[in-house]
């Protein structure tokens, strides 16, 4: 089975809040993980990525967290809007490449 | 202008046949790859080719066969089609392997097999 996982497959928050989605991997070894957007009808799209040796990295209104000890992984988006509708995929990346996440759906409420 | 891009984008056949999605990318890159996407958005890597040369076969039935003509392009045909190949079918791209951080996925292909 896959080795990285998320938590809930449906998160609905208020267009303005901020949106926190969760991740949770199992292979130790991986060194470098990445957030993908895909929006419907899209191909999977890159947001933002953080390296093992780091546990914190900020975009524009996303920030990524990973917490090595617990292998967990998050992405906040902040002041959520209309257009990050979507589904929202995690993907660590091991021996054999990337290794995607089941997905959370976004849904924005007005 | 396109970095990744898939023909067809929609794909309608009946069991038994034997079709082809082409890939191309124009983003100069080394490495592509082909992934499979279920009915409940799990996405799945099939093959990742690195200079036209196959690098990742994972558990894939042997119906479908990935040929890359260059590095440029990397086309997937599918003998025997099944209904569960049904799915969405990626094509991505990455610098190179080894530094296979962020990869460029194509629009997709919706294959439904009656």
């Known amino acids: 089975g896959e080795s990285v996982g998320l938590h809930l497959p449906t998160l609905s928050v208020q267009e303005g809040d901020n949106s926190i989605i969760n991740c949770a991997y199992s292979?130790?070894?991986?060194?470098?993980f990445i957030w993908y957007k895909q929006e419907s009808g899209k191909g999977p799209q890159f947001i933002i990525d953080?390296?093992?040796?780091?546990d914190k990295r900020q975009g524009q209104r996303v920030t990524v967290l990973l917490n090595k000890t617990v292998k967990h992984l998050s992405l906040q988006i902040a002041a959520t809007q209309p257009g990050d509708s979507a589904v929202y995929f995690c993907a660590e990346r091991g021996a054999d490449g990337l290794t995607f996440g089941k997905g959370t759906h976004l849904i924005i409420q007005p | 202008d396109t970095a990744v891009s898939q023909t067809p984008k929609y794909l309608v056949t009946q069991m038994g046949n034997d079709k082809s999605i082409k890939c191309e990318q124009n983003l100069g890159h080394d490495t592509m790859y082909w992934y499979k996407q279920d009915s409940k958005k799990f996405l799945k890597i099939m093959f990742s080719?690195?200079?036209?040369?196959?690098?990742i076969n994972e558990t894939v039935p042997n119906r479908f066969s990935p040929k890359s003509p260059d590095k440029a392009h990397l086309n997937l045909h599918i003998n025997s089609l099944e209904l569960g190949d049904s799915a969405v079918y990626f094509c991505?791209?990455?610098?190179?392997?080894?530094?296979?951080?962020?990869?460029?996925f194509g629009p997709g292909t919706r294959l439904t097999v009656l």
């Open positions: 991505a791209s990455s610098p190179s392997y080894f530094y296979a951080d962020t990869q460029y």
């Open positions: 292979n130790s070894a991986s060194d470098y």
């Open positions: 953080i390296r093992s040796n780091m």
């Open positions: 080719y690195n200079n036209k040369e196959l690098i």
